[in-house]
């Protein structure tokens, strides 16, 4: 007779009374492949933790924001966020779809130009420019977004300087009924500054208008504020034509779009109430469409959303150090992933699962990294299995951000590798190591020595 | 008349001090003279005293939270139809809606209806969108305005007077009299519930609430205006009486047909010493004293599931004015075998 | 020797009742299987030779979830204080 599989005891307590925060016990299903891959496998061969980029996942994310747009638009152009994840790799899957870049430093352009992205695709946000970056983003007609008047000025004055026509757009800061206003960054709509640089622009004679910009916010979840959004940069385009004849060539909507990833203390899970892409196109490009701008001048909408592209493509894997219990007999489980590599745990209650079948049973968990700091939680309450040492995870939703805002704390930032769309992996960033750290730094001779 | 049999799974059996519209609408739903329900329960706890009376609920089963999104919910629900064949579904509960409002179509397809808003509809009248929902259909509501920083509320107090009410986007609401008992507040719903917090005028008078249904086509099936008699410390009805009110009627029937309302809706008003009416929430389903409605001559549950079923159907008429309800607690006397039986296992 | 309250009432299907606190609890098959064997008086190795016998489970991870399960009992107030040793 063959033995019946073991599963480890369990006893909970009935909450009798206080209605508890979990009401059916929910089972958490594994996740033990990516893209038909197994995790174990890329682990065994990467080391742990991982970070693994699915790029299936990236083109079929893509291909589904385009035809939501370009289905309802005639003219729909994407630029790769480039500060959401500027890993080459993960650039250059958005360049072959056929994005532009957008990018926010100095540093970005150049990581942009060297992955071989033509200088006039190139959308340069933000309010760090330096006056070498703007030559360099005016010889190489690159589109510059002005942020603000000393930077308009400048721009005004290297174009005389140099005798050339910069190709600039307005970034227009609005309220849109979302909060807080984001309005650090451009001219506000409202009080009249975004006409006034508009105005200013045009009286210049040396500055090329192209197209005027916003960016909302970020993890939006209403469609409603880029609807107004929308409106407002149509109505600007409308007086700008009737005011100077300048037809635009193209307005930005930026980026912002929610991800289904669950904001910290939200009620409903991410999945549940992130719009599709479908809905924020329909809001914007109704608005568009509706605005009075005139069909055959209709401008080409540009979109910059890096967070709802990238975030779903990656995934962060690996072990458990160890399981305690705390004082107060909750369940304290530490893995080998730290808030330093997984910086977006401070803002969402990321969906971690096991990578092998476990018991059906799940435990109130404290899941923390291994740091040896207090904050140093990647979720605070979660009913979860109980793994032991040596078992593994896997996080999902972890594309965006986490792999530009990382920080090198203690231990060292791992591998990045991406898996091809035959689910092939491929080592796009290799892991540091002490000799990566130490290359940067200088010991002055007088301290090269100690005896202890 | 044989009566329609039909099998109706619902929430809210939390018939606790401060009651789910759960029970109230059983009992609505078993004295209906055209249908035979069979009443399906769904619960979060397993002390919901509905999960025990059996005279009203035929069967209980356990369901997973809302927030722990539509899927495990949906399949949740795929297993009790398989058991109970659903007919209707009705959720009590606000922090269902969303839910299930987003799975209506999944629903449909099980052969599981409903009669809910839609979500445009359930969007819309959310706290912090009154002004606009009160300048779009032509209703008074109290001046309010929407802060993100104690230094919002400084640039823009001076447009208050004081006492205002500081309210959280979805729940929490308190009255504060100065600017320091604002920013206490603040601090205390930001807290809780996030940002934006929004501010209201005070408006001083006595509340009023209406329960109705809608067609989803403009016509008001059924509305009973009500004032709460004595009100708990928890700011619930421990008692009421219906009114005889036009005004308040009229009011209703405006709102429910300038937005095509679909299902049940409680609207919390106030009425000032002028005899204004403000309008100060929309609860987007039936509510708890909704058998006050029942008991006067109009049975909004069963309307409701009769709409749900696709039935044309006449809009009550009348309802008796000046009954009365007088809320009451009462210590049912439960088996620790089914206590047992539902914690376990889920159902009972 | 461990031993299980005596105000402790088990049911087949997992049910625990405390009469003595009014608490309640459940169990999963295993555990009750354990609670039982522990009821009946039979300590460490008499439980791991019969848990063995019906389970495919080894020595080394049953050891851990035994003394882990025990723990939690323990927490819940539900072994006798004084008929630890």
């Known amino acids: 007779m063959s033995k019946l599989t073991f599963e480890r005891p369990i006893i909970q307590r009935i909450n009798a009374g206080l209605p508890s925060k979990y009401g059916m016990p929910r089972r958490l299903d594994p996740i033990s ?3 038909g891959t ?7 061969e990467f080391g742990s933790p991982l970070f693994v980029i699915s790029e299936q996942t990236i083109r079929k994310t893509y291909k589904e924001a385009h035809r939501a747009f370009s289905s309802r638009y005639p003219n729909v152009q994407f630029s790769w966020s480039y500060k959401t994840n500027y890993l080459n790799a993960v650039c250059n899957v958005f360049h072959q779809e056929g994005a532009w870049a957008e990018v926010v430093s100095g540093f970005e352009y150049q990581k942009a130009i060297e992955n071989g992205v033509p200088g006039e695709l190139i959308i340069f946000n933000g309010p760090d420019k330096s006056t070498d970056d ?13 942020d603000h008047f000393d930077e308009l000025y400048e721009l005004i004055h290297l174009s005389k300087e140099m005798g050339e026509r910069p190709k600039v757009a307005i970034r227009v800061n609005m309220d849109t009924g979302f909060y807080p206003l984001w309005d650090r960054f451009g001219f506000n709509f409202e009080n009249g500054e975004a006409w006034d640089a508009l105005n200013r622009v045009m009286a210049s004679k040396t500055l090329d208008l192209l197209g005027l910009h916003t960016h909302i916010g970020t993890y939006i979840l209403s469609t409603d504020g880029y609807r107004i959004a929308a409106e407002k940069l149509a109505s600007l385009a409308v007086k700008l034509e009737k005011k100077y004849g300048h037809v635009l ?24 109430t992130a719009p599709s892409f479908d809905d924020f196109a329909e809001a914007i490009t109704s608005a568009l469409m509706s605005s009075e701008i005139k069909p055959d001048h209709l401008p080409m909408l540009i979109l910059e959303t890096g967070r709802a592209m990238i975030d779903e493509a990656g995934f962060l894997a690996g072990s458990v150090l160890a399981t305690k219990r705390l004082a107060d ?12 590599i997984l910086f977006t745990s401070f803002w969402y209650d990321h969906d971690i699962r096991p990578v092998e079948a476990v018991s059906d049973q799940s435990e109130d968990t404290t899941i923390y990294g291994p740091l040896c700091m207090n904050i140093d939680v990647i979720r605070g309450n979660i009913m979860f299995p109980l793994l032991k040492k040596g078992d593994h995870f896997v996080i999902r939703r972890v594309g965006a951000y986490n792999m530009t805002q990382w920080m090198q704390f203690i231990t060292l930032r791992p591998n990045v590798i991406m898996l091809d769309s035959k689910g092939k992996p491929h080592l796009i960033r290799k892991k540091e190591s002490l000799e990566t750290i130490n290359s940067l730094e200088n010991t002055p001779e007088h301290l090269k020595n100690f005896e202890l | 008349m044989e009566k329609i049999k039909v099998n109706v799974a619902l929430s809210g059996l939390n018939n606790i001090d401060n009651p789910g519209p759960g029970i109230p609408v059983i009992r609505g739903l078993k004295e209906s003279k055209i249908l035979d329900v069979r009443v399906i329960g769904l619960s979060y706890e397993n002390l919901e005293p509905g999960i025990y009376m059996h005279d009203l609920v035929d069967k209980t089963y356990k369901v997973p939270y809302p927030s722990d999104g539509f899927e495990p919910f949906l399949d949740r629900i795929r297993y009790i139809h398989e058991q109970e064949n659903i007919q209707v579904l009705i959720p009590n509960f606000d922090s269902e809606l969303f ?6 179509k999944i629903l449909q397809d099980m052969g599981i209806r409903t009669f809910l808003p839609t979500l445009k509809q359930f969007e819309e009248r959310h706290k912090s969108n009154l002004p606009e929902y009160g300048e779009k259909y032509g209703v008074k509501v109290p001046y309010s305005e929407t802060i993100t920083s104690l230094s919002d509320w400084r640039r823009i107090e001076s447009k208050f007077e004081y006492p205002v009410v500081v309210k959280g986007k979805f729940y929490d609401a308190h009255i504060a009299y100065d600017r320091d008992q604002v920013s206490i507040f603040f601090n205390k719903i930001a807290a809780k519930w996030g940002l934006p917090i929004v501010i209201q005028e005070f408006v001083r008078g006595t509340e009023v609430n209406v329960v109705a249904l809608g067609d989803g086509k403009g016509n008001t099936i059924g509305a009973v205006p009500m004032r709460k008699t004595y009100i708990t410390d928890k700011g619930k009805g421990w008692g009421g009486i219906t009114l005889q009110d036009q005004t308040m009627m009229d009011l209703t029937q405006k709102i429910i047909s300038q937005t095509q309302w679909r299902g049940g809706m409680e609207l919390e008003l106030i009425r000032t010493s002028k005899n204004e009416l403000f309008m100060i929430e929309i609860n987007p389903r039936l509510p708890a004293w909704v058998y006050l409605a029942v008991a006067a001559g109009q049975n909004l549950p069963e309307a409701l599931v009769l709409l749900a079923l696709g039935k044309e159907l006449k809009p009550f008429s009348q309802y008796e004015v000046g009954k009365m309800f007088i809320r009451y607690s009462y210590d049912m006397i439960c088996d620790m075998k089914e206590f047992e039986e539902f914690s376990t296992r889920g159902e009972v | 020797m461990l031993k299980i309250k005596s105000t402790i009432a088990i049911s087949d299907s997992g049910f625990v009742f405390d009469a003595g606190t009014g608490d309640s609890f459940s169990l999963n098959n295993t555990g009750l299987e354990i609670v039982r064997l522990i009821k009946e008086g039979k300590d460490f190795p008499e439980i791991i030779q019969k848990v063995s016998e019906k389970y495919e489970v080894d020595e080394e991870s049953f050891e851990r979830y035994y003394y882990d399960f025990v723990a939690t009992l323990n927490q819940l107030n539900l072994i006798e204080k004084d008929g630890e040793d």
Do not use: C
Request: charged share 25%.
């Open chain 1, 33 to 35: 492949h990516i893209d």
């Open chain 1, 38 to 44: 197994s995790i174990k496998s890329l682990l065994d």
């Open chain 1, 134 to 146: 703007l030559r360099l983003a005016i010889e190489n007609n690159s589109l510059i977004h002005i």
């Open chain 1, 249 to 272: 060539k193209y307005i930005d909507l930026g980026g912002g779009f929610a991800s289904k990833n669950t904001l910290r203390g939200a009620y409903y899970p991410g999945t549940d």
């Open chain 1, 329 to 340: 007999g909750r369940r304290a489980t530490i893995i080998d992933v730290g808030v330093n």
């Open chain 2, 99 to 104: 839910t299930v409002m987003k799975s209506e």
